[in-house]
């Protein structure tokens, strides 16, 4: 007998269960040999001798100026925060809204994963002139029965620290002001 037979029946003999199909040798085929690995998507790598923290961060800082961190989104003072939005305005109609005050490199509405307007946007112009321009003139513009609010953009860093000094000279001037119940 041909040597493919005689591999047949060895095989046959070892399931226990008479004749293997045509399809199960298909399937073994395309089966993988050895354990089964989940396939994942190749993630960056640092690879570097070790460093102490104070060392990587100047490392990181002096390649941040090599590549000019954030030099395409320098909206220094022209980028503007519009809130009160009605939910039927769109990226195109807060564009014209703000169209009469120069020109506008973006405009954007905020929006919920669902689609819905959050009711406030960003507008940010080429110049910072055309910016202050369109805060004087919109702030408190009535919009679908809402006063408009509009303000230069702060980051939520420069946000933060911002509230955090409000909070701190509001309780120094609380402290400061109301000592005077004692027993005289």
């Given amino acids: 007998k041909d040597k493919d037979g005689d591999k047949d029946k060895e095989e046959n003999k070892e399931d226990g269960d008479g004749e293997e199909s045509k399809e199960d040798k298909d399937k073994d085929k395309l089966k993988p040999k050895g354990p089964s690995v989940p396939v994942s998507v190749p993630t960056k790598l640092y690879v570097a001798r070790a460093q102490k923290r104070k060392e990587r961060k100047e ?60 009711g406030f946007g960003f507008v940010a112009f080429e110049k910072k002139e055309a910016a202050t321009r369109a805060i004087h003139e919109m702030t408190n513009t009535l919009h679908h029965g809402k ?26 001037r609380n402290n400061m002001g109301g000592g005077s119940g004692g027993n005289q």
């Fill in 147 to 172: 006063p408009l609010y509009v303000s230069r953009a702060q980051t939520k860093a420069f946000r933060q620290t911002f509230i955090m000094k409000q909070l701190r000279n509001k309780r120094i």
């Fill in 59 to 118: 490392f990181l800082a002096r390649q941040s100026k090599k590549r000019g961190v954030n030099r395409g989104r320098n909206y220094t003072g022209a980028n503007l925060y519009v809130k009160n939005l009605s939910p039927d305005v769109d990226d195109d109609k807060l564009r014209e809204m703000f169209a009469n005050f120069g020109a506008i490199t973006s405009a954007k509405v905020m929006r919920e994963a669902s689609g819905k307007s959050r």
